[in-house]
C-alpha cells in the first residue's frame, strides 16, 4: 500500500448497496463486500445470516486520499442507509445489518465520532445516530458471487427494489465525485 492508500471498513445494511455506490466514485482503489467485526473464526454468508457469529455484512474501502478523503467517505456513508436504525436497514433485519464504522487508524476514530456528532446536530435522522465505531479487526471477504453484486445482476429483484432506487438517489446527489466511466 502506497502513502497516500488508504483503508477503512464500514456497514450499512446490504454490503450490496454500500459497494454498489462507493466503486462508481473518484480515488476509490477497491471496495470488497465481506464480513467483519464477529468473534467467529471464520465467516461466511451463510454462518454471518445465521445471526450467530456477531459478523457485520461489510465494505472494505481502499481508497487515495488525495482525490477522496475519509471525510467525504464518511459523510457518503450518512447518506447511503438510515444510521438511526438499531441493528436493521429497512427489511433486512439482524446485527449483521447493523451501521458500523470499522476504523483503520486513530485519526478514522476521531473522525467517525465527530461526524457522528455533527450528523446528530443536524437533525438529519429523526431518532438519535446507532452507528458503532470500532477498530477494525479481521476481514473476511465475501464469497465471489457476492463481489460487485448490483453491477453483475441488476435484475436481481432485490437490486431492482432496494439498490437501484439507492444509487439513482446517490449517483444525483454526488455527480462530481463520480468517476466519467460509469
Known amino acids: 500500500m502506497s502513502a497516500f492508500e488508504e483503508k477503512i471498513t464500514l456497514a450499512g445494511g446490504c454490503f450490496w448497496c454500500i459497494e454498489g455506490a462507493y466503486t462508481q466514485l473518484v480515488g476509490i482503489i477497491s471496495a470488497v463486500s465481506g464480513y467483519m467485526g464477529g468473534d467467529a ?77 455533527e450528523v446528530d446536530d443536524s437533525g438529519m435522522y429523526k431518532a438519535p445516530v446507532v452507528t458503532e465505531v470500532t477498530a477494525c479487526s479481521t476481514f473476511f471477504s465475501g464469497e465471489d458471487f457476492h463481489q460487485n453484486y448490483f453491477t453483475n445482476n441488476p435484475e436481481n429483484p432485490y437490486c431492482q427494489a432496494v439498490v437501484s432506487p439507492k444509487l439513482a438517489k446517490f449517483r444525483q446527489t454526488f455527480v462530481a465525485k463520480l468517476k466519467t466511466n460509469l
Open 41 to 117: 473464526t471464520k465467516a461466511t454468508y451463510e454462518d454471518v445470516c445465521s445471526g450467530n457469529t456477531e459478523h457485520a455484512e461489510v465494505v472494505e474501502l481502499t481508497f487515495d486520499n488525495r482525490e477522496i478523503s475519509s471525510r467525504e467517505i464518511l459523510e457518503i456513508f450518512f447518506t447511503l442507509h438510515d444510521a438511526s436504525q438499531l441493528n436493521r436497514q429497512g427489511n433486512d433485519v439482524g446485527r449483521q445489518y447493523r451501521s458500523a464504522i470499522f476504523y483503520h487508524n486513530e485519526q478514522q476514530k476521531a473522525l467517525s465520532l465527530s461526524i457522528i456528532k
